[in-house]
């Protein structure tokens, strides 16, 4: 019993350890020469920020072990900065510490903690996505796509918007019918998720979207200045190349869609402005 006692110790101040001795992404990325927005690394991810290259030593490795089981703040603070650094498809990652880090999103995606679940799932995407550069992809870790597809099968709205985020960005054509089926079925009721899905569908490019994305020329739901309808824009000019390209263009400065407009500029191979 008294050496039950003491493991149950040693066991709650190895934990104790950790929580306290959490790496900061924040501080990391500071590290790194990024200049870090209001709200930090989660922030730095949502306005597409990158790293230098190449990144300094150790902070990959350091960023997976926070990763890890220190805490759900500073594990979704390390992974965004983790996404920051990685850059699309991990082009300035090392093949090892990719590896770590695959295994270490595959967990957090299976997190009782939902914020974890939603950043592992965002950063996947971004980390995995398929390249836009002609290089070889990334490979994948064991277990992703079905984490991310047990996100957007789930009922909660968060999980479900960065699941068809990454879905997109992974150009996951098995999921087309479903996120076919989720744009017609929230169009009117629920626009952020019909965006997401119109968003994904035009990232994957698959032919069975077209009758869709055609429908949009001339249709006011897809007009508004929003995300759903900067996601119309690029969906019809990487469709149909309509000229939609400007909207893209000229977003591209906006402080809330610029970030989109920017990424969905680069995976149409044209100049920001």
């Keep these: 019993m008294r050496r ?3 493991v149950a110790v040693i ?26 927005p209001r709200g930090g690394a989660a922030a ?49 990652v090392p093949p090892a510490e990719l590896a770590g880090a695959g295994v270490a999103l595959v967990q957090m995606l299976a997190s009782d903690h939902r914020p974890s679940r939603v950043t592992a799932c965002r950063v996947a995407g971004h980390v995995f996505a398929a390249p836009i550069d002609g290089l070889p992809p990334p490979m994948r870790p064991a277990g992703l796509l079905e984490g991310v597809f047990n996100l957007f099968n789930s009922g909660n709205e968060a999980e479900q918007l960065a699941a068809m985020e990454a879905i ?10 479903s996120l ?4 017609g079925r929230t169009r009117e009721r629920e626009r952020r998720q019909a965006g997401a899905a119109l968003e994904a569908l035009a990232r994957i490019g698959d032919p069975q ?4 994305i055609r429908s949009l020329a001339g249709d006011p739901w897809a ?3 929003d995300a759903a309808g900067l996601a119309a824009a690029f969906a019809r000019e990487k469709y149909l190349r309509d000229g939609s390209v400007k909207r893209l263009q000229e977003a591209a400065s906006d402080r809330v869609l610029g970030p989109r407009a920017r990424a969905y500029l680069a995976e149409l191979g044209v100049p920001v402005p």
């Design 4 to 6: 039950r006692a003491a």
């Design 168 to 177: 997109g960005l992974l150009r996951e054509t098995a999921a087309v019918p």
């Design 223 to 225: 007009d508004r200045d």
């Design 11 to 36: 066991l709650l101040a190895t934990v104790s350890s950790l929580h306290a001795q959490a790496p900061d992404g924040n501080a990391i990325l500071r590290a790194a020469g990024v200049a870090l």
């Design 44 to 92: 730095a991810f949502d306005a597409g920020l990158t790293g230098p290259e190449p990144v300094p030593p150790g902070a990959f490795a350091t960023l997976i072990v926070g990763m890890g089981p220190v805490g759900n703040a500073a594990r979704v603070r390390n992974a965004y900065a983790f996404g920051v650094l990685a850059g699309r498809s991990a082009r300035h």
């Design 180 to 183: 076919l089926e989720r744009f």
């Design 209 to 212: 979207a077209a009758d869709l």
